[in-house]
Nanobody, 115 residues
Framework: VQLQASGGGLVQAGGSLRLSCAAS????????MAWYRQAPGKQRELVAA???????TYGDSVKGRSTISRDNAKNTLYVQMNSLKPEDTAVYYC??????????WGQGTQVTVSS
């Protein structure tokens, strides 16, 4: 299974970005997909997750400013992030968990928010 994340970049505070993560390979079933992020010197933290049934979970730091979604036909995960803040600067990683609870990570995409 390969996860290709894209959509990161440099944005001014208050702006928006939409990250995408395309999953490919031998995917028999997907239990959940998620976005995590890691800022320099900090632990990796949950941004948002979505289960196969469509249940969503958001990290406290992005709650109310982000929306996670999935295109099941394309095996693609998205997260729309609005009202971005400098503290949102991080490398954003996508995760896929299969029905057998095997976890795969993508390579990450850099998001930089300037003040």
């Amino acid at each position: 299974v390969q996860l290709q994340a894209s959509g990161g970049g440099l944005v001014q505070a208050g702006g928006s970005l939409r990250l995408s993560c395309a999953a490919s390979g031998n995917i028999s079933s997907i239990n959940a997909m998620a976005w995590y992020r890691q800022a320099p010197g900090k632990q990796r933290e949950l941004v948002a997750a979505i289960t196969d049934g469509g249940t969503t979970t958001y990290g406290d730091s992005v709650k109310g400013r982000s929306t996670i979604s999935r295109d099941n036909a394309k095996n693609t995960l998205y997260v729309q992030m609005n009202s971005l803040k400098p503290e949102d600067t991080a490398v954003y990683y996508c995760l896929l968990r299969t029905g057998a609870y095997v976890v795969y990570w993508g390579q990450g995409t850099q998001v930089t928010v300037s003040s």
